[in-house]
């Protein structure tokens, strides 16, 4: 083991990693994606690049004699620990569907030393680093600091154009991705929380991509409004160095739960040496993961399961959809109209205020009445009646506002 061992020496040393590993990505990836590729011959290099990707930060784990858990090589079911052991939970690449699709893509890091009751615990990790291969957006914290947030910085190396983020949307995995034979309720469990979370946030639900560590966190920078991940499939690599960021950084206006409520702590078991001295994973610890602001947990739990019917929750809007067809006025109508968080009558819009912000030198505003009106036809926007008017967006509306403003910036 490394005798001048200290977190932030290692930390240094994973974000060294990180920079050699998107470098790697990039000159032996660039802009490949799934779609240059006839057939799955893209997919067959998948497990070459994560192998390459994970040997890169697997030096530093060996550098420092560490085990490391993660996909690619599972130290823990093979070699024995012993009470001051250091352990590596590493994803080299959690967003392999995106990195095939020219999405963000990055890499879960969350290191500690296993105490002498031979019981690893949230309170025993001592760094955290999770960073985006596309955009280095990344979050990072070391015991005895206080967690850092590094926003997107587009320093040339770029494998694509990146999505936007559009804030008041929340996104879970989807209910049919990753139900493994051995989780036949996985599927059922996801589609309960797909519901509820739709039941919950009237809003537009994007489609859900594979990037669980990065996509848990966006939370806490506003890009979600709630995450959520119950179907047993997600393992620890994906979700434990996110959780702990969560339990370090939160300002009381965050909560990660389980799928009945109760709260992640740093008490919390992750693994434990068994008699054979091999490290045993505590039961769901990472597989039932819930982010949710303060403000929304109560209002979240409050959902009964027989309250909610298909009935209650709209079907996901896609930019496809033949009620979208729209002219461009209208569509500058809906954007202005969710700019300007025209959602409910007391937030509502004259169509004066809406046509200056659509067209600001245009003193005409008599134009706008007409696609407004057929606008609420279509059960786009909602209108007051009587005196001083108005109008606000109904949940259609601002849907179909939301995928507009992201084809915009995508």
Not at 49 to 74: C, N, P, W
Not at 128 to 156: H, M, R
Not at 285 to 300: L, P, R, S, T, Y
Not at 363 to 383: A, G, R, V, W, Y
Request: aromatic share 10%.
């Amino acid at each position: 083991m490394s005798i001048n061992y200290s977190a932030k020496n290692l930390m240094s040393e994973f974000h060294n990693a990180y920079n050699e590993a998107r470098k790697y990505l990039f000159n032996n990836i660039g802009t490949m994606t799934s779609r240059l590729f006839p057939g799955d011959r893209f997919g067959e290099l998948i497990p070459i690049i994560d192998f390459t990707v994970s040997e890169i930060y697997g030096k530093v784990a060996k550098r420092h004699g560490m085990l490391i858990i993660s996909a690619e090589q599972q130290d823990i079911t093979e070699k024995q620990c012993e009470a001051g052991q250091r352990l590596l939970i590493l994803n080299p690449i959690d967003g392999t569907i995106n990195m095939r699709s020219g999405l963000s893509f990055g890499v879960n890091i969350a290191f500690g030393e296993i105490p002498k009751n031979g019981q690893f615990i949230f309170q025993d990790i001592q760094g955290v680093f999770i960073a985006d291969y596309l955009t280095t957006e990344s979050f990072c914290w070391i015991n005895g600091q206080k967690c850092k947030i590094t926003p997107p910085q587009y320093d040339g190396i770029q494998f694509r154009k990146p999505i936007g983020h559009v804030s008041d949307v929340y996104e879970i995995p989807d209910e049919k991705s990753y139900t493994p034979r051995n989780y036949p309720e996985g599927m059922k469990r996801q589609s309960l929380l797909l519901k509820k979370f739709r039941h919950c946030f009237n809003s537009a639900q994007r489609r859900a991509i594979d990037q669980t560590g990065l996509r848990m966190l966006q939370v806490l920078t506003d890009n979600l409004v709630a995450y959520g991940d119950v179907r047993h499939a997600t393992k620890i690599w994906n979700t434990v160095p996110s959780i702990k960021f969560i339990l370090e950084y939160r300002p009381n206006n965050y909560i990660v739960m389980r799928e009945n409520f109760k709260p992640y702590t740093n008490r919390d078991l992750i693994f434990k040496i068994d008699q054979e001295g091999h490290l045993q994973q505590a039961d769901c610890v990472g597989n039932e993961v819930i982010v949710i602001h303060n403000k929304d947990v109560d209002k979240f739990k409050s959902i009964d399961e027989k309250d909610l019917t298909d009935q209650d929750i709209p079907a996901a809007l896609f930019i496809n959809d033949p009620r979208l067809q729209i002219s461009r006025r209208k569509k500058a109508i809906l954007l202005v109209m969710l700019a300007l968080e025209a959602f409910d009558h007391n937030s509502r819009k004259t169509t004066n205020e809406i046509a200056l912000m659509v067209e600001p030198n245009n003193t005409n505003t008599e134009k706008f009445k007409i696609p407004i009106s057929e606008l609420h036809e279509s059960q786009f926007i909602d209108t007051a009646i009587g005196s001083g008017g108005g109008c606000w967006l109904t949940p259609f509306g601002r849907d179909s506002a939301l995928l507009f403003h992201e084809q915009e910036i995508s």
